[in-house]
């Protein structure tokens, strides 16, 4: 019997397979050498050139917290104007817009900054937040800020009309009381004015509606009832106080709504603009607290003897 021979390019397969499981066990057995014990001088570069890119991007962050504090401030400012002023302070709203505007070029240097640590740390293997918000958005807000001042200047004058219906109405049943009909039509006229120039804002205000139809009625009653004592018409003077009565029993009720109308529209004059800075504040905010954790690390670094 003859036999077998070895054929060489078996073998040659042979080889080479084995040179393919051992050559990457071998690469990937081996670690490459941490950075700080490779070059301990460029190591220790490294990690103060981190540092001072951390100093760096917690004064850009602490610099934009300051503008948007002084922005949200100026805006609460204008905000109490119109939610309580007797009249429009313009200047107010100029403040405000000017401080949201001031503070956009802080926002994106804090962002900026952010990057650049980041780029710093990477050697290191340190994570380092992001501002995910740019100064787009503080801009955005001062110009619709600036711009709310005509929208201010309405509804202070709605709060003054609705207080001079009240006042008004408080009038004519005080005139009634004394049997002086000319007091009281001349109140309740003075009151449908009014009246009628806060009719339109209850498209935008739903909850205005319940006290625009209480008042009317008020009104009305307090009308009927100056007509009825001009006529000498005592039965239907009577009836007329006995509507002012029922319609006054739904004052509180009425008077909650006008609370929450003036509340939505105080809101709506630069409510959003100040939701909008103090989500930025927010972020820049949560930045500064991120950053903590990449301070301990760059100390553990410079101060351990240990690679990362």
């Known amino acids: 019997m003859i036999g077998a021979r070895r054929h060489p390019h078996r073998r040659s397969a042979t080889l080479f397979l084995a040179a393919g499981v051992l050559i990457p066990l071998v690469i990937f057995g081996m670690r490459a050498p941490d950075l700080r014990d490779a070059d301990p001088p460029r190591w220790a570069t490294a990690v103060a050139a981190a540092q001072d890119a951390l100093d760096t991007a917690d004064q850009a962050l602490e610099a934009a917290a300051s503008r948007l ?10 905000s109490a104007n119109a939610s309580t002023g007797d009249a429009l302070d313009a ?3 100029d403040a405000a817009g000017a401080a949201a505007n001031a503070a956009a070029d802080p926002v994106d240097a804090a962002a900026v900054a952010l990057r650049r640590l980041a780029s710093r740390c990477s050697p290191l293997d340190l994570d380092v937040p992001q501002l995910e918000v740019t100064g787009a958005r503080a801009t955005s807000a001062g110009q619709q800020i600036e711009n709310a ?6 509804f202070i004058a709605f709060r003054a009309d ?3 219906v009240l006042d008004e109405l408080a009038t004519a049943a005080a005139a009634l009381d004394h049997e002086d009909a000319a007091t009281a039509r001349a109140s309740a006229d003075r009151a449908a004015t009014a009246h009628q120039r806060i009719e339109p804002l209850a498209l935008a205000l739903p909850e205005l509606r319940l006290w625009l139809e ?3 009625d008020l009104i009305g009653a307090v009308g009927d009832a100056a007509r009825a004592l001009d006529d000498g018409d005592a039965a239907a003077a009577d009836a007329a106080r006995a509507r002012l009565r029922d319609a006054a029993g739904e004052a509180p009720v009425s008077d909650r709504a006008l609370a929450l109308a003036t509340s939505e529209g105080a809101s709506r004059v630069v409510g959003l603009q100040l939701q909008q800075l103090a989500a930025l504040a927010r972020a820049v905010a949560d930045a500064q607290d991120a950053l903590r954790p990449v301070r301990a690390g760059l100390l553990a670094r410079s101060a351990s003897g240990e690679a990362p």
């Open 91 to 93: 200047a107010r709203f």
């Open 69 to 78: 504090g002084d922005a949200i401030e100026a805006t609460r400012r204008a």
């Open 162 to 164: 609705a207080a001079l």
């Open 149 to 154: 001042a005509g929208a201010a200047a309405g």
């Open 214 to 216: 209480t008042t009317n």
